[in-house]
């Protein structure tokens, strides 16, 4: 299940098109800020659909981040 801070972290993706530019700039100083997993860090990384959907986030929440296309974007 997701955390709430990947929850809160995606849905401000949705919200805050600056916060949205300033992560894809700058991941790990964006993502140092949010006390997530391991598991959950490098799925927001890898912007991939499956990955989110495997720690049980809701469709509609990923899909402002992640590549539809399920391949990999910036980091692993």
């Not at 990947?6 to 919200?15: Q, S």
């Not at 098109?17 to 140092?32: A, D, I, T, Y």
Request: aromatic letters at 4%; glycine letters at 4%.
């Amino acid at each position: 299940m997701a955390s709430e801070n990947l929850v809160a972290l995606l849905e401000k993706v949705n919200t805050d098109p600056s916060f949205r530019m300033e992560l894809e700039r700058n991941p790990e100083k964006v993502l140092s800020k949010y006390k997530l997993s391991e598991v959950e860090r490098k799925a927001v990384l890898s912007r991939r659909t499956s990955k989110l959907r495997e720690l049980d986030v809701d469709i509609r929440i990923a899909k402002g981040w992640a590549a539809d296309n399920g391949n990999k974007i910036g980091h692993n």
